[in-house]
C-alpha cells in the first residue's frame, strides 16, 4: 500500500513512513493511492465482534507490511483498554430513526482519542525499531491537544508541543493541556485563533531545514493515521445497525473535516452510506462552500462550540484532490488561491462530485443552545455544544434510513455552555475530578514562525 500526496510532488511513501513524515514536503496531505475495499460478506461477518477486532479488520489493509499481524492486533488491544465503556463506541436511540454515536468514553473525553491513542501506540512501535526520536508539533482548537498529550506524555523518545488559541479553548481543554507535569509536554498558547496555530503548523513542515534538524512529525488530521483509525467507528455503528443488507446515514460535527472524510473513505471501502452531513457552527465556510462553489474565508467568530472554530480546514484539501479527479496540479493552483487571496472557486464539476458525496447545514449559537435543552427534555441526554449541532442537523436530515449523529465531546468538556443552555452542572469523571486544584504549566508565544521554532529549538537543548 503506497500513499500519495495531494499535491502530485512528494515521494511515495508507505503507511509507517507517512505517518512518521506528516504533512507531505510539497505542502499536500498523504492519501492512500487506492482505497482498499471490503466485500459485502466481510462487512456482514464483523456483526457481533469487538470494537477492537472490526478495527482489526477494517485497518489491515492500509497498514501493508508496517506491523505485523499478531503486532498490529497487540497495538489495538493496548489503545482501547483504557477506554471507559466496553463498547468503546456505543450507540444511543434519540427517536426512532435517529441515534448518537458516542465517542467521548476514551480518556480526554472526545473523539480525538479514538486515533490518538491508536497513534501513540504505532508511534512508539516504530519509532523503537527504528531507534529514532521525534518532535511532534500540534495545532489544536481544544481536543486534539488534551488527547495527544495524553497519548504521549512522559516517552523518552518524543517531545511534544502542542499550540492552542490563548483564550479560545474551554478551561477545562485547557487545563488537560497545561497540568501535565511531565517534561517532554510543552502547551503553547498563541496569540491567534486556530486557523494561525494550524497555519504555523505547516510553515513549520514547510520549513525543511527545521522540520529535518528536529525530525518534526505531526498528529493533527494531517497525519493519516488519524484519519484511519477514525473510519473504524463508522463501520461498528453502521453494522450494529444492520449494514451492509441496511443503508445508514452520518451527521458530524465539522471543522477540520477529519472526521467526515473518515465516513467519505468508509463509504469508498463499501460500507453503504446514504448521506454524509457536514454539520458547521456560525463558522460555517464548509456550509457556504457547498452552497456556492466558492471558499471564502471570513473571519473567525469565537463560539460556544470552539473546537469547531476553524475557518481552513485541513482535510477539505483531501475531498477536493478526489474531487478534481486526483489532480495534484489543480489542488496546487486553488491552495494558491487560497494562501494568496483568502478565496478560491471550485470547479463545476468538481462541485458536482463534491456534492454527491456531501450536504451540509448550519446551526447558530441560539439554535445551539436551544437544541442542548430540546434533546435533554426530549431524550433525557446532556450533549455538548458540538453534538448539539450534529444533532440538529440529523433532526433536519432524517429520513427512512437511519440517521446516526457523531457525539464528539463529553458534555463535561464544555461545562459553562452547557450550564447555560441547560441548567446542568456536569461533573468532570474521577480521573480528571481534581483537574482545578492542578498547577498550570504553559508559555505565550506570538503567533511568528521564528517566535516559535526559536522556543521549540530552546526547549530542545535543554
Ligand atoms: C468536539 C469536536 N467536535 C467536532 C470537531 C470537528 O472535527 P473535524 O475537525 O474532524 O472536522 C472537533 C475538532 O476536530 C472537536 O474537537
Ligand atoms: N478541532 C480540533 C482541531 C484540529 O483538528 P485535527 O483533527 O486536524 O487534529 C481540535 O480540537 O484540536
Avoid at 466496553?86 to 458516542?102: C, G, I, M, S, V
Avoid at 504505532?122 to 519509532?127: G, K, N, Y
Avoid at 457523531?406 to 441548567?423: E, M, N, S, Y
Amino acid at each position: 500500500m503506497k500513499y500519495i500526496s495531494t499535491r502530485g510532488q512528494a515521494p511515495e511513501l508507505s503507511f509507517e513512513d507517512a505517518m512518521l513524515t506528516g504533512l507531505a514536503r510539497d505542502g499536500g496531505l498523504y492519501v492512500p493511492e487506492d482505497v482498499p475495499t471490503l466485500t459485502k460478506a466481510e462487512i456482514a461477518d464483523m456483526a457481533g465482534l469487538s470494537y477492537e477486532e472490526i478495527a482489526y479488520r477494517v485497518m489491515r489493509p492500509f497498514v501493508g507490511d508496517s506491523f505485523g499481524d499478531d503486532e498490529f492486533r497487540g497495538l489495538i488491544q493496548k489503545a482501547y483498554a483504557g477506554f471507559a465503556h466496553d463498547a468503546r463506541a456505543p450507540l444511543k436511540q434519540l427517536a426512532p430513526n435517529h441515534f448518537l454515536l458516542e465517542l467521548f468514553h476514551g480518556p480526554t473525553l472526545a473523539f480525538k482519542d479514538f486515533a490518538m491513542q491508536l497513534i501513540g501506540q504505532m508511534f512508539q512501535a516504530a519509532l523503537t525499531k527504528r531507534g529514532q526520536r521525534i518532535v511532534i508539533v500540534g495545532a489544536t482548537s481544544g481536543d486534539t491537544g488534551s488527547a495527544a498529550i495524553e497519548a504521549f506524555k512522559g516517552l523518552d523518545n518524543v517531545d511534544v508541543f502542542i499550540m492552542f488559541p490563548e483564550g479560545r479553548v474551554s478551561e477545562v481543554q485547557r487545563r488537560q493541556m497545561t497540568t501535565p507535569s511531565e517534561n517532554n509536554v510543552h502547551a503553547l498558547a498563541v496569540k491567534g485563533d486556530f486557523d494561525d496555530c494550524q497555519a504555523r503548523l505547516k510553515d513549520m513542515f514547510n520549513d525543511h531545514a527545521f522540520r529535518d534538524e528536529v525530525g518534526l512529525a505531526g498528529v493533527n488530521s494531517i497525519n493519516w493515521g488519524r484519519v484511519l483509525a477514525q473510519v473504524v467507528y463508522y463501520f461498528s455503528s453502521a453494522v450494529s445497525l444492520g449494514a451492509p443488507h441496511r443503508e445508514v446515514s452520518f451527521t458530524v460535527p465539522t471543522g477540520n473535516f477529519g472526521d467526515i472524510f473518515a465516513g467519505y473513505i468508509a463509504k469508498k471501502m463499501g460500507l453503504p452510506i446514504k448521506e454524509l452531513v457536514i454539520a458547521t457552527n456560525q463558522n460555517d465556510i464548509l456550509h457556504r462552500t457547498m452552497e456556492t462553489g466558492a471558499y471564502t474565508k471570513e473571519g473567525v467568530s469565537p463560539s460556544i462550540s470552539p473546537s469547531m472554530d476553524i475557518q481552513v480546514s485541513s482535510n477539505f484539501e483531501r475531498a477536493l484532490f478526489d474531487a478534481y479527479g486526483r489532480d495534484g496540479d489543480a489542488i496546487r493552483s486553488v491552495m494558491n488561491d487560497l494562501s494568496e487571496s483568502g478565496s478560491f472557486s471550485i470547479s463545476q464539476g468538481a462541485m458536482e462530485a463534491l456534492r454527491e458525496q456531501f450536504t451540509s447545514g448550519r446551526v447558530s449559537e441560539e439554535e445551539t443552545s436551544e437544541t442542548i435543552k430540546d434533546m435533554l427534555t426530549r431524550t433525557g441526554e446532556v450533549l455538548c455544544p458540538h453534538s448539539a449541532i450534529g444533532a440538529r442537523i440529523g433532526d433536519a436530515n432524517l429520513s427512512e434510513v437511519p440517521m446516526i449523529t457523531l457525539a464528539t465531546a463529553h458534555p463535561a468538556k464544555f461545562p459553562a455552555a452547557v450550564k447555560d443552555a441547560c441548567g446542568v452542572d456536569v461533573g468532570l469523571p474521577a480521573h480528571m475530578a481534581d483537574l482545578f486544584e492542578r498547577s498550570e504549566r504553559v508559555t505565550p508565544v506570538a503567533n511568528d514562525l521564528t517566535a516559535l521554532t526559536s522556543l521549540i529549538r530552546e526547549r530542545l537543548k535543554k
